[in-house]
C-alpha cells in the first residue's frame, strides 16, 4: 500500500486509452465501472479532441457482481462493434476488472467478430500508463503486421505518439519534415493518426523511428527482431541531438545527410550577448526519462546552464537516466512520488525549474520559475501555435519557452542596480510577466529545506538579514543556504553582514 | 401552469429507465468539494491508481495546495494476503497521522477494488478509532463507483456521519448537505431573520460543532442527491420536512416556507424577511434569463440536482424542457420538484449514453447540460453545452444567487451567438 496525492502516471488502461484514441478505426471495450469514464475528459477537456475517446466502458455494478458481468461484457463487445464498425477491436480490463476474472479476451473471442480482436493485459496494481500504451501498441503491431517487400524509396515509420502525448501532434509533423529534408519518406506514423490497415504495412518501411521509448519501445524491438528493421536510438531533441540523430539515420540506411535541413536559431540566440545572464543558472529537470535527459543535454550544453537535479518518474527508464545522470556528476532521482520530488528541489534550491504540470506547481508554491518539458501536463500544454519539441522548430521553442520564466537579461542587472527603488524592485518580477504584480511574495522557501541547519542554531544577525533582501529574489535563496553553509562548516553560530560576503567570496563561480 | 392536469406534474409520469454504459463519475469524486468543507478532515481512499487518477483529473489544478485527500494505493502484495492489507493500512494511517497532526476525522473511503476484495474498512475503521481515540474520529463509508454516482459520495458520507451522531430530544432544525460558505452563511442568515433557533447543518465544518438528532428533530435536504443520508435521518427518528430545492426566488420562497410552516413562523414574519430578497431574485433572475426563454433544454444525467435544476429553468426561466436525466431518481426527494415540471417532457433515470446521445441529436437542443467527457464532442458537432460539474462547486442556492444560477446557463448561449467563426475542431 503507498499512500499517494498526485500521480505522474494512470493506470496501465489510461495508456491503451492513449493508443485507441490516437489512431483510428479503433474501438476499446474496456471492463470497467462507471466511475473510470474519468479518462474521456482527459482527452476531450485536456487535449481539446472533438469527438469522445473509442471506447466503451461496462460500467457493471454491485449488483451485477457474481451473477453476470461477464454476459455485460459480451453484450458492451456485440453492440461496440454494431454501432462504431471498427477495424479492430482492443479488449482489456480496469484495475476492478481486474480483480473479478472475467477474461475479457476468452470472452470476446467466443463472439466471432469479423474483425480482428486484441486482448490486453494490463497489470494495474504492477504497471502504469507508459507500459499500458507501450504494450497496447505492441499487441497491436503483432497481430497485424505481416512480412512485406521493402519500399523502393527510403521510407521509415514514426513510432510512439500517441493522444494526450506532449507535442505528439507536432513532433510528427517537424519529423516528417526532416526526414523529407534527407530524401526519406514516412510509410507509417503510430499510433498516432494510423488506422488497422496502415499498421499491416508497417513491415515495409526500411527502418523505425522510436519518437517516445516510453511508448514505443517494445513495438520497435518486435519489428526489429521479426522483420529486421532497425530502429533509431537517439530522440532528436535539442541542436546537438538533431544532429546525431541525422548521423544515426544516414547510417542505417547508407544515404549522404548533408541535405538534412536542421537549421535552428537556438544555437545564435543561446550566443548572442544577451544570453549571456544565462550562464550557469542553477536549473533542477524531472520528467519523463525521455524528455529529462535531452532536456539535460541541451541545458548544459546549448543554453550554458548548470544541471543540479535530474530524475524521471518512469522506473522503465531508470537504469539509462542513472548511467545519464552520473555524467553530469548526479545522482539520478527515480521517484514518482511528487512529495518527494519537492524536497529535493527545495534542498537544491535551482533558479529554474524544468519539468511536468507537477514541478510546476511545486516551483508556484516555491517561487522558482518552471518550464513545462514533459507529461503530465494540462490544458495549457497543448497550445494552439505549432510548438513541437523534437527537430529544429523543437530547439527553437525549447529556447523561448525556456527562457521565458526567466528574468531577461539587460533587466536582470537594472534589478541588481536599483534593487531599492519602491517600483522597480525585484519582488514584482519579470516585467513581461503579468502575473507577478508587486507585493506577490516570490521568494524561494528554501529556510524549510535548510532545518537541519536550523536546529544548529545559526542566527541571521539583523543587518546580514537586510542585506540578503537587497539580493535579487532569484538568487537570494541560494545565498541564503550557501551562507549557512559556510557559517556552519566555520562553526559560526551567527551570521553577520561580513559571514555573507565571506561566503559569497568563497563560493564566487 | 394554468392547467389542471399540470398540478400532477410528472410526479407519475413514465420514468425511461435505461441500462447501458454510464458516462458518469464515481462517488469518490465528490472528495473534491467535501475535504474543502470539512476543514478537519482527511479523507483517505483504499484504492487503486485508478481512483487516486480519477481524483486528480476531476480536481484538475484546483485544490493542488494541501489537499486534504489522498489514496492509500493497493499494490500486488496487498492482494496476495488479506491479513496484510489491514496492518499496511494502519500503518498508512499512522504516517499520516503523524504528518498531520491538524486532522480530527479520518475518512476511510472505499473504492471498488477495496469492495471486490471484500477489505473490511469498517472494522479497520473502528479499530483505528479506539487506538487514537478521543484526538481522531475514524469513519468509514464507501465511494466506491460499483455503489455510487458522484455526488451519491456526498451522501455516503453523510450517512456515516449521521450513523455517529449522539441523539437528543432537544427541538431543532437539522439542515443537510455541503454548500458553498456564501451561501451557507446566508442561509443561516436567513433562517435567524425568520426567528428560527437551534438550527444545526451537516456536515459540520469542524468535528467541535456539536450535532444531535432524535425524534424532535426536523430535517431539511438542502441538496437533492443525499437520499441515503434522508433515510438514515428517519431511522434515527428525526422527521423530514419536503420542500422543492432552494434555486431560483420561487424555489428558495417553498423551501423556507416549508420550514416556517413546521415551526410556526407567522406569515408577517415569513414576508418580511422574504419579501425584498425575492423581489430583488425576481429581477435579476427576469435580466439574465431574457436569452434563455423559449430555448430548448437537455439535461444528461449527473448529479441528480437535474430535476430540481429542471424546474428552476423551466418555471422561472421559460425554458421548454426536452429530457430530463438523473442517475438515480429518489421520488421523495425530488418529488416536489417533479410535481412542477411540465407534462410531455423524457424523464430518465440511469443511462445509455449512446441511445441518449441519439437522442440528443434528434433534437438538437439550444442546450445540453453534460459532464466533462462529452461537452466538447457535442460543441463539435454543433451543440451548444454546459458542464455539468460546475453546478456542484459553485453558489447556486437561494435568493442572492438566482440570477448567478441562471447566467450559468446564459453564458454558453450567449458566448455562441457571440462567436462569428464557425466551430470546426
Ligand atoms: S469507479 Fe471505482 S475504481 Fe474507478 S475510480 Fe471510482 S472507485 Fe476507483
Known amino acids: 500500500m503507498k499512500l499517494s496525492v498526485w500521480t505522474y502516471e494512470g493506470p496501465p488502461h489510461v495508456g491503451a486509452i492513449r493508443v485507441a484514441t490516437g489512431m483510428e478505426k479503433v474501438h476499446l471495450v474496456l471492463h470497467a465501472p462507471q466511475g473510470d469514464t474519468y479518462a474521456d475528459l482527459l482527452f476531450t477537456m485536456i487535449e481539446r479532441r472533438n469527438h469522445r475517446p473509442p471506447v466503451t466502458y461496462t460500467t457493471f455494478q454491485a449488483r451485477d457482481l457474481g451473477s453476470d458481468t461477464a454476459s455485460l461484457f459480451k453484450k458492451a463487445c456485440i453492440e461496440a462493434y454494431e454501432r462504431f464498425k471498427p477495424e479492430l477491436l482492443l479488449v482489456g480490463a480496469s484495475c476492478t476488472a481486474e480483480l473479478i476474472q472475467d477474461d475479457p479476451g476468452g470472452l470476446a473471442e467466443t463472439l466471432g467478430l469479423p474483425v480482428p480482436v486484441v486482448p490486453l493485459e494490463l497489470p494495474s496494481y504492477q504497471r502504469k500508463e507508459n507500459f499500458g500504451a507501450d504494450e497496447t501498441f505492441f499487441q497491436i503491431v503483432k497481430t497485424l503486421s505481416r512480412p512485406l517487400e521493402k519500399t523502393s524509396e527510403i521510407t521509415c515509420n514514426l513510432i510512439g505518439p500517441t493522444a494526450l502525448g506532449f507535442r505528439h501532434r507536432d513532433d510528427v509533423l517537424e519529423m516528417t519534415k526532416l526526414l523529407n529534408s534527407m530524401g526519406i519518406k514516412v510509410n507509417v506514423s503510430a499510433p498516432y493518426g494510423a488506422t488497422p490497415k496502415d499498421i499491416e504495412l508497417i513491415s515495409q518501411a526500411h527502418f523505425n523511428v522510436l519518437m517516445y521509448p516510453e511508448t514505443g519501445e517494445m513495438a520497435c524491438r518486435y519489428l526489429e527482431r521479426t522483420y529486421s528493421q532497425p530502429f533509431t536510438k537517439t530522440v532528436p531533441i535539442g541542436v546537438g541531438a538533431i544532429s546525431d540523430f541525422v548521423k544515426e539515420v544516414s547510417e542505417i540506411v547508407e544515404i549522404n545527410a548533408s541535405n538534412a535541413d536542421t537549421y535552428s536559431q537556438l544555437p545564435w540566440y543561446s550566443a548572442s550577448v544577451d544570453s549571456t545572464y544565462l550562464t550557469s543558472k542553477r536549473v533542477f529537470i524531472f520528467g519523463d526519462g525521455t524528455h529529462a535527459m535531452t532536456a539535460a543535454r541541451i541545458a548544459k550544453d546549448e543554453i550554458g546552464f548548470e544541471v543540479v537535479g535530474l530524475g524521471c518518474f518512469n522506473r522503465e527508464l531508470a537504469r539509462p537516466m542513472r548511467k545519464f545522470a552520473a555524467t553530469f556528476g548526479l545522482d539520478a532521482l527515480i521517484s514518482d512520488d511528487y512529495l518527494e520530488v519537492e524536497k529535493h528541489i527545495q534542498a537544491v534550491a535551482p533558479e529554474l525549474i524544468l519539468g511536468t504540470q507537477m514541478e510546476r506547481h511545486i516551483g508556484k508554491r516555491l517561487g522558482i520559475p518552471c518550464a513545462v518539458i514533459s507529461a503530465p501536463v494540462h490544458v495549457q500544454d497543448f497550445p494552439a501555435r505549432y510548438s513541437p519539441q523534437m527537430g529544429p522548430e523543437g530547439a527553437n521553442v525549447i529556447f523561448d519557452t525556456w527562457v521565458h520564466p526567466l528574468v531577461m537579461g539587460l533587466e536582470e542587472h537594472l534589478l541588481t542596480m536599483f534593487r531599492e527603488d519602491f517600483e522597480f524592485h525585484d519582488e514584482a518580477g519579470p516585467s513581461h510577466h503579468a502575473a507577478h504584480s508587486p507585493g506577490q511574495k516570490n521568494e524561494p522557501q528554501v529556510t524549510e529545506a535548510t532545518d537541519n541547519i536550523a536546529e544548529n542554531k545559526i542566527i541571521w544577525l539583523k543587518d546580514a538579514e537586510k542585506e540578503l533582501k537587497k539580493i535579487p529574489f532569484f538568487v537570494r535563496g541560494k545565498a541564503r543556504k550557501n551562507t549557512e553553509k559556510y557559517a556552519e562548516n566555520n562553526g559560526f553560530s551567527e551570521i553577520s553582514i561580513e559571514t555573507l560576503y565571506e561566503a559569497k567570496a568563497h563560493y564566487a563561480r | ?425
Open chain 2, 1 to 425: 401552469m394554468s392547467s389542471e392536469k399540470s398540478l400532477a406534474g410528472c410526479m407519475n409520469a413514465p420514468v425511461l429507465k435505461e441500462r447501458g454504459q454510464h458516462e458518469v463519475f464515481c462517488g469518490l469524486t465528490s472528495i473534491i468539494w467535501l475535504h474543502r468543507k470539512m476543514q478537519d478532515a482527511f479523507f483517505l481512499v483504499v484504492g487503486s491508481r485508478t481512483c487516486a487518477h480519477l481524483l486528480q483529473s476531476a480536481a484538475g489544478v484546483m485544490v493542488f495546495a494541501e489537499p486534504r485527500f489522498g489514496t492509500a494505493i493497493l499494490e500486488e502484495t496487498d492482494l496476495a494476503g488479506m491479513a496484510d492489507a489491514q496492518e499496511e493500512l494502519e500503518r498508512t494511517v499512522e504516517e499520516l497521522l503523524s504528518r498531520r497532526t491538524d486532522i480530527k476525522r479520518l475518512f476511510l473511503v472505499g473504492s471498488c477494488p477495496s469492495e471486490v476484495i471484500k477489505l473490511d474498512l469498517a472494522t479497520a475503521a473502528e479499530k483505528l478509532s479506539e487506538r487514537y481515540f478521543p484526538k481522531v474520529n475514524v469513519i468509514n463509508y464507501s465511494g466506491s463507483g460499483i455503489e455510487t454516482t458522484f455526488t451519491q459520495g456526498e451522501d455516503a458520507c453523510l450517512e456515516a456521519v449521521i450513523r455517529g451522531l449522539e441523539p437528543s430530544n432537544e427541538r431543532q432544525l437539522v439542515i443537510l448537505g455541503a454548500l458553498p460558505d456564501i451561501v451557507h452563511d446566508q442561509m443561516l442568515r436567513l433562517l435567524e431573520q425568520l426567528g428560527l433557533k437551534n438550527v444545526l447543518v451537516l456536515p459540520q465544518v469542524r468535528v467541535d460543532e456539536k450535532v444531535s438528532v432524535g425524534s424532535n428533530t426536523h430535517f431539511i435536504c438542502a441538496q437533492p442527491f443525499l437520499g441515503a443520508s434522508f433515510e438514515e435521518m428517519v431511522r434515527r427518528g428525526a422527521k423530514p420536512i419536503f420542500a422543492p430545492f432552494p434555486f431560483g426566488a420561487n424555489g428558495t420562497t417553498a423551501w423556507l416556507k416549508a420550514i416556517c410552516d413546521i415551526f410556526g413562523v407567522s406569515k408577517e414574519t415569513f414576508d418580511a424577511v422574504t419579501d425584498a430578497p425575492r423581489r430583488r431574485a425576481e429581477i435579476a433572475i427576469e435580466k439574465v434569463s431574457k436569452i434563455l426563454t423559449g430555448r430548448s433544454l437537455f439535461l444528461f444525467p449527473d448529479s441528480q440536482l437535474e430535476i430540481p435544476l429542471a424546474r428552476f429553468l423551466n418555471q422561472e426561466c421559460g425554458m421548454k424542457l426536452i429530457e430530463v436525466g438523473s442517475p438515480y431518481i429518489h421520488k421523495q426527494l425530488v418529488g416536489p420538484d417533479l410535481q412542477l415540471l411540465p407534462e410531455g417532457i423524457i424523464i430518465s433515470e440511469g443511462q445509455d449514453v449512446d441511445k441518449q446521445l441519439d437522442r440528443v441529436f434528434d433534437h438538437m437542443p439550444d442546450l445540453t447540460v453534460c459532464g466533462l467527457g462529452l461537452a466538447n464532442p457535442l460543441e463539435a458537432k454543433g451543440l451548444t453545452t454546459k458542464w455539468a460539474i460546475e453546478l456542484v462547486f459553485s453558489p447556486i442556492h437561494f435568493y442572492e444567487q438566482a440570477a448567478d444560477l441562471a447566467s450559468l446557463f446564459a453564458r454558453p448561449i450567449n458566448r455562441s451567438e457571440k462567436l462569428k467563426i464557425g466551430r470546426v475542431a
